[in-house]
């Protein structure tokens, strides 16, 4: 069992930015796709971002394409979600989400992970 950890989220203002973090304790997540998603209240868990395991690829939802960032940093201990120019539209509960054996090579799906962290709140006010 692989425990996710994620922090950052904040309310904030339109505008602003704010960047994620994703940690699995104990652990590095070297061997790990690893994506975000978030959920709305009635809304279905939506895909986000991605990065794979293999050669570090990234993928994105198109409503944040140019305006969120996922990256690994040096030691893969932590992948990261920057987020710039938020709206109300990017609330919500942001999650991260891990597999060992993914090989990323489009936009995943919910099903395709088998460890979550239990989400981190981002409100963006008007």
């Known amino acids: 069992q692989v425990e996710l950890v994620e922090s950052g989220g904040e309310p904030v203002q339109a505008g602003a930015s704010l960047r994620l973090s994703c940690t699995a304790p104990?652990?590095?997540?070297?061997?790990?796709?690893v994506a975000w998603f978030r959920q709305a209240p009635g809304k279905e868990r939506e895909f986000v971002a991605a990065?794979?395991?293999?050669?570090?690829?990234?993928y994105y939802t198109d409503s944040v394409k140019g305006r969120f960032t996922i990256s690994r940093d040096n030691a893969d201990e932590l992948v990261y979600l920057r987020m710039t120019s938020l709206t109300p539209g990017d609330t919500a509960v942001y999650y991260c989400?891990?597999?060992?054996?993914?090989?990323?090579?489009?936009?995943?799906?919910?099903?395709?992970?088998?460890?979550w962290g239990r989400g981190t709140q981002v409100t963006v006010s008007p």
């Open positions: 104990g652990r590095t997540l070297f061997s790990f796709a």
């Open positions: 989400a891990a597999d060992r054996f993914l090989q990323l090579m489009t936009t995943p799906a919910v099903r395709d992970f088998e460890y």
């Open positions: 990065i794979s395991r293999i050669g570090g690829n990234t």
